[in-house]
């Protein structure tokens, strides 16, 4: 299949790769650029492991082609910092990963999600999450790190 | 073990947590070598079929493809934890929809999968068996006609489409059913359930210059990994090296092999390394599932609410190989008793081979199958006598000196005060009396099985280094091992860091499963740190010029002489010592193979039990707070409150972690949950289709008691804690919903559908 | 050769379609790429409507009636305050469909093309009374939602043609809206999906449009049941009749979400105490 040269801005760098019509986003970061935070978990949007940021908003990694990605400014977990921020310092703190998979995803989801929403309820953390499957921890310690890391009331 | 201690019973966060959250630990999926292929697989559109041929011309020829294998490219080898019996590609026939025929290897992914479906496979398609009950009847065509000459690991009862057939019973139960003052009894059945790790499964091998492999893979245990790779590709143990990256969750489904034999052996047939990553879809299709249950049991009681009775009868689907499945018959009729003492009690249960994918371990291994039955019959039998299905239970519960099932030890039980936190926690005495949905279960699971081992290195700065084999899947193995390390050395767990899985340098572990790794392993642990301490008070006897039996250790990496405070040594100089003047490095072993019998001949007949040493007991109570939608019939969770007797909470965060985390699992089993099948084809191998619970389906309310009954030889007490949170689940909300609308559900999952079956007796009114 | 166009009008857009039969129109991509990735889908080239500044826009007439531009996204259409009364169906439904991420993502022009007949909006548009604006190589036409909605992943848009807006009458002066979604888990397509539009006046229902999604191909809209139910009250058998008759009508299918039989049993239920809880006073209150 052809391939055609595309331009993406990737945490603030300009990355110009040539990519066929049919690549997603999530494997241009996995494959194309070794950047392997965000995973991919089913490839058909439900799991939510692979979410990323464009133009700030969380979307589905495999959701998005490559090409239509272009011109937008792509935030990925590694794009995030070398140093953990409130969210990944509070999942840590409250013990709320288990084996991790998840872990990028509802990063970049609750990282959004404060952005938008400062002291939101646990109902409101609840709702933002709810896009993220996570199979080992029942989302309680989750749920309460990110409603923590966001300052919202017990 | 009084003093306080400082290392176990903390509740820290796991050793990796930082690279997981900052999104750089590496999975199976992140790993890459140099010149690496991709592999991708065809599986057959067949569940039964005879393998006339292959064309794989087209494949071979298309640009970028290295190399195609089929069964004939392999040769005559199977493997299998209980029956050898999985080649580990087709050979012969396909026996379920989607088992690999052919592989592929190529330069990406892609074009492996282009390469793939260019094979041509002329297949003879033969009547398949569907279920296990089509598996017995007399005409049905045989899945393995090779059964017999098969190598079992077991005394195996098998036979026709029978894989296994399994006996256990003490007493009298006919009599007792016949004199019982009540006698309930049900058919009960439950759905395949797919383990959805958010991994998918796969594998990368590589090979030397000298023909020896190394080979990366999510997996629960590197060891059998090794062992079914080598097994079924004829290889010696010696050439095949496993290692672990970190695991994206394993509940059963990435203990015994899936793609990784695959992968060795198109490394070995390319020189190459070889990667093959399932995706969603063949990972639903082709790796492993939980047993779907067909159960009928009696349980007979007296007027005063005394259980005296109980007959259980299983037929299990056991997919088209082998897998665990006998392991998962055996273990559920013995734990179809339940954590109670029952006098008169039969279990006889029989596995039959179908033209499905085989199924195997998930978490709870049978238990929360037979239990769903087992404790929704204790509730009709507390509505029968009206007592509260609490004290019915705990009037019933196994006490001290009692023997398990089967005649087996029952060292520590905790399952009296796991009844009486989880009634005090729910407040359930005070809210039955109003209309409620209020569901109890109570169960008991072992941790234990098999061998493991540790080596506790002195590293010469005097930390410590830990290696046990143990493949931590995101439990939390590491860490709390890491603690008993600590706590027996009495080092901060810093001081303690820990080596990663590998079948080179890694002391044996049989796997990350049966809830065993805190328990057996924390006992080798334990065992290897106490041979390191007398190696540590030796050399500083020698040092400090006295008695080795004079010191002891002091926290914080210190000897000291008993009773004077300032004479004293550190770990560092000790170990500078051994490295460099006198006595060798320090290191502690140990290996242990649990040993305590399940089976005690003079109380019970048995026959056909794989397992004749399993383990010790945790126990639980779980309540659940139900609320049933009187319009659709959709059930959900308001509120749980899961009690768990875990002998010692070694890291109670991730001891909490475990149970919140079983129970969405376990109400995912007990209210969505299905793969259903279409003919011979799984109709729903999507997360799109096949339905595991969000946050939004959760209840936030999930409320954690933790008993610590210790076990007497367990690492400070504990027992293991990874499985028995699920096994009460589907009960406790199937006895939530009747409690809230009368509706007693025989069938899992408890779908709207069902529900509002049960609540109108299946007819409309409106 | 290019394989991803974009194309700044609505007009581009559709010669480019029209020029290749094998190219398609790429709205969120919520769907086309997940359909992509299981290879369901082989486009030879993709027209992407996100560049086509028409397409993305909300607008309010003096009338009252709203346009939702086709490229709106669902996050969008859920917090439209120029959503009102009637209108308000589409934002109910906007705000069940999937979960905030794929929300980011999804078009209701994308959605309705697709014509899923267990997704959200279809319902919803049939309740509101929506037209569908499309624009295609002959121009552009209109649809009602009714018409719009053809089969199981089947509408009347003709090769070439692209949605390009929705557009909401204003409904009737007082209107609710209410809008019930059975699921197996939260963000899951319907088992059923229940969305009404009413005004409820002294107590009793004066006007009243109601479509169940989920239970067949196509909406379901039963005008006489809507008839009958204009002058009931709370407890009135004409409920009844009226929720046995949306049953009737439907025509479902078994899937792995739940059986037909089921379908035809719950709809009644569901209808009969959507209804209900609007003629309930805190109901009208809120």
Redesign the interface.
């Known amino acids: 299949?052809?391939t055609?040269d595309v331009t993406l801005q990737i945490n603030g760098r300009a990355h110009r790769l040539a990519v066929?019509?049919?690549t997603?986003l999530l494997t241009v970061l996995?494959e194309g650029l070794?950047l392997?935070?965000?995973?991919?978990?089913?490839?058909?949007?439900?799991?939510?492991?692979c979410?990323v940021l464009?133009d700030g908003?969380?979307?589905?990694g495999?959701?998005?082609?490559a090409?239509?990605a272009e011109d937008r400014a792509i935030t990925?977990?590694?794009g995030?910092g070398?140093e953990?921020n409130p969210v990944?310092?509070a999942?840590?703190?409250?013990?709320?990963?288990?084996?991790?998979?998840?872990?990028?995803g509802m990063?970049m989801?609750a990282t959004a999600?404060l952005r938008d929403h400062p002291a939101p309820s646990?109902e409101a953390?609840?709702?933002?999450?709810?896009?993220?499957?996570?199979?080992?921890?029942?989302?309680?310690?989750?749920?309460e790190a990110v409603h923590r890391a966001g300052g919202g009331a017990p | 073990m009084n003093a306080a201690t400082q290392a176990v019973g903390l509740g820290l966060a796991r050793l990796e947590t930082r690279e997981k959250v900052l999104g750089r630990a590496q999975y199976i999926a992140d790993l890459a070598r140099p010149g690496m292929l991709h592999g991708a697989i065809l599986g057959s559109p067949h569940a039964h079929a005879r393998i006339l041929g292959y064309d794989t011309a087209a494949a071979r020829a298309l640009p970028g493809v290295a190399c195609v294998l089929t069964g004939d490219d392999l040769g005559d080898h199977r493997m299998g934890a209980f029956i050898k019996d999985e080649p580990p590609i087709a050979k012969g026939k396909a026996r379920y929809v989607g088992e690999p025929v052919a592989v592929v290897a190529a330069e990406d992914e892609a074009t492996a999968r282009q390469a793939a479906r260019l094979i041509e496979v002329r297949y003879e398609e033969l009547p398949a068996v569907l279920s296990p009950e089509d598996g017995i009847a007399p005409d049905a065509p045989l899945v393995h006609e090779d059964l017999a000459s098969y190598f079992k690991v077991f005394p195996a009862v098998c036979g026709g489409n029978v894989a296994s057939e399994t006996t256990i019973a003490e007493g009298d139960v006919e009599a007792a059913l016949a004199a019982a003052d009540i006698v309930v009894e049900g058919e009960y059945a439950t759905a395949p359930q797919a383990h959805v790790a958010i991994e998918p499964c796969g594998a990368l091998a590589e090979v030397d210059a000298g023909g020896r492999v190394t080979l990366w893979s999510a997996n629960q245990s590197v060891f059998r990994v090794q062992a079914n790779v080598c097994e079924s590709l004829g290889l010696p143990m010696g050439r095949l090296r496993c290692l672990t990256p970190r695991v994206g969750g394993g509940f059963g489904n990435k203990m015994e092999a899936h793609v990784q034999p695959l992968v060795v052996a198109l490394a070995l047939a390319t020189g190459r390394p070889v990667k093959l990553i399932l995706n969603r879809e063949e990972d639903f299709e082709i790796v492993r599932a939980r047993h779907p249950f067909k159960v009928r049991m009696r349980t007979g009681a007296r007027r005063d609410g005394t259980l005296v009775a109980r007959d259980t009868e299983v037929l299990l689907d056991c997919g088209a190989y082998g897998d665990d499945s006998p392991g998962v018959l055996g273990y559920a009729l013995l734990m179809s008793r339940g954590p109670y003492r029952i006098a008169h009690a039969c279990a006889h249960g029989r596995l039959v081979y179908t033209n499905k994918l085989r199924f195997g371990a998930f978490r709870g291994f049978g238990n929360p199958q037979i239990a769903f039955a087992g404790e929704t019959q204790i509730d009709r039998i507390a509505e029968r006598l009206g007592m509260d299905p609490l004290d019915l239970r705990a009037r019933n519960a196994l006490r001290d000196g009692d023997r398990w099932f089967g005649g087996g030890e029952v060292l520590s039980n905790g399952l009296a005060q796991c009844i009486e936190g989880a009634r005090a926690a729910s407040g359930w005495t005070a809210r039955r009396g109003a209309p409620n949905g209020l569901g109890a279960a109570c169960a008991a699971h072992i941790s234990g099985l098999l061998a493991t081992g540790a080596i506790v290195r002195v590293l010469e700065d005097g930390s410590i280094v830990l290696n046990t084999g143990a493949v931590d899947i995101g439990q939390g193995s590491d860490t709390a091992l890491a603690q008993i390390c600590a706590e027996a050395l009495k080092v901060p767990v810093e001081r303690v860091s820990v080596a990663s899985p590998d079948t080179d340098g890694s002391p044996y572990n049989w796997g990350t499963t049966a809830s065993r790794v805190t328990y057996t392993t924390g006992r080798a642990v334990v065992a290897a740190a106490r041979e390191v301490e007398r190696k540590l008070r030796e050399h500083a006897g020698e040092m400090l010029e006295c008695s080795a039996d004079d010191l002891e250790l002091r926290w914080g990496g210190r000897i000291g002489l008993k009773g004077v405070p300032d004479k004293e040594i550190s770990f560092l100089h000790v170990s500078l010592r051994a490295h460099w003047a006198a006595g060798g490095p320090i290191v502690g072993t140990n290996t242990l193979v649990f040993d305590r019998a399940s089976v005690d001949p003079k109380r019970a007949v048995v026959t056909g039990l794989p397992f004749p040493r399993i383990g010790v007991f945790s126990f639980a109570c779980t309540v659940a707070d139900v609320a049933v939608d009187d319009v659709t019939g959709k059930a959900a969770v308001r509120e749980a409150w899961s009690a768990v007797d875990v002998g010692k909470a070694i890291n109670p965060g991730a001891v909490e972690g475990q149970m919140e985390g079983a129970f969405v699992q376990g109400m995912g089993f007990a209210l969505t949950e299905e793969m259903v099948w279409d003919g011979g084809r799984l109709a729903n191998p999507t997360l799109a289709d096949y339905k595991v619970p969000t946050t939004l389906d959760s209840p936030h309310g999930i409320h954690t008691v933790i008993v610590e009954a210790p076990e007497p030889d367990g690492p400070f007490g504990a027992k293991g804690v990874g499985e028995i949170g699920i096994v009460t689940v589907p009960a406790a909300i199937a006895n939530g919903i009747a409690a809230a609308t009368g509706a007693r559900l025989d069938r899992l999952p408890m779908t709207p559908e069902r529900v509002l079956d049960a609540m109108t007796g299946g007819g409309d009114a409106s | 050769m290019t394989l991803l166009h974009k194309p700044a009008t609505a007009a581009e857009a559709v010669r480019l379609l029209a020029a290749d039969p094998d190219a398609r129109p790429l709205a969120g991509g919520a769907t086309l790429v997940a359909m992509m990735n299981a290879d369901l889908a082989r486009p030879s080239a993709l027209v992407a409507l996100r560049h086509v500044a028409s397409l993305a826009t909300i607008s309010r007439a003096a009338d009252g009636t709203s346009r939702i531009g086709a490229m709106r996204r669902h996050r969008e259409t859920v917090h439209e305050s120029d959503l009102r009364g009637a209108q308000r169906i589409v934002a109910l439904a906007a705000a069940r469909i999937a979960n905030p991420t794929v929300r980011n993502m999804g078009t209701i022009g994308g959605s309705i093309a697709f014509a899923d007949p267990a997704a959200d909006y279809p319902a919803a548009l049939v309740a509101a009374d929506a037209v569908v604006e499309i624009v295609g190589p002959q121009g552009t036409r209109e649809l009602t939602a009714e018409a719009f909605f053809v089969d199981w992943y089947a509408t009347a848009l003709r090769p070439g043609e692209i949605v390009a807006a929705v557009r909401l009458p204003p409904g009737p002066l007082g209107a609710v809206a209410r809008y019930d979604k059975l699921v197996r888990v939260t963000g899951d397509f319907a088992i059923a999906s229940v969305a009404v539009v009413a005004v409820v006046r002294d107590g009793a229902f004066a006007a009243l449009r109601l479509a169940v999604g989920g239970c067949g191909p196509r909406p379901v809209r039963v005008a006489e049941a809507e008839a009958l139910l204009v002058g009931a009250r709370p407890g009135s058998p004409r409920i009844a009749e009226a929720a046995a008759a949306l049953g009737a009508a439907c025509d479902p299918v078994d899937d792995v979400r739940a059986s037909a039989a089921y379908r035809r049993r719950v709809v009644p239920r569901m209808v009969a105490h959507a209804l209900g809880t609007l003629l309930a006073p805190e109901a009208r209150a809120a």
């Open positions: 299949m052809t055609q066929r019509l049919d997603t996995r070794a392997t935070g965000a995973k991919r978990g089913c490839n058909q949007g439900v799991c939510g492991a979410t464009l908003r969380p979307v589905r495999c959701l998005t082609l090409h239509d990925t977990i590694e995030l070398a953990p990944q310092a999942l840590a703190e409250a013990g709320a990963v288990q084996c991790g998979f998840c872990t990028p990063v989801a999600f646990l953390v609840r709702e933002g999450l709810s896009g993220n499957l996570c199979r080992c921890s029942g989302y309680r310690k989750v749920v």
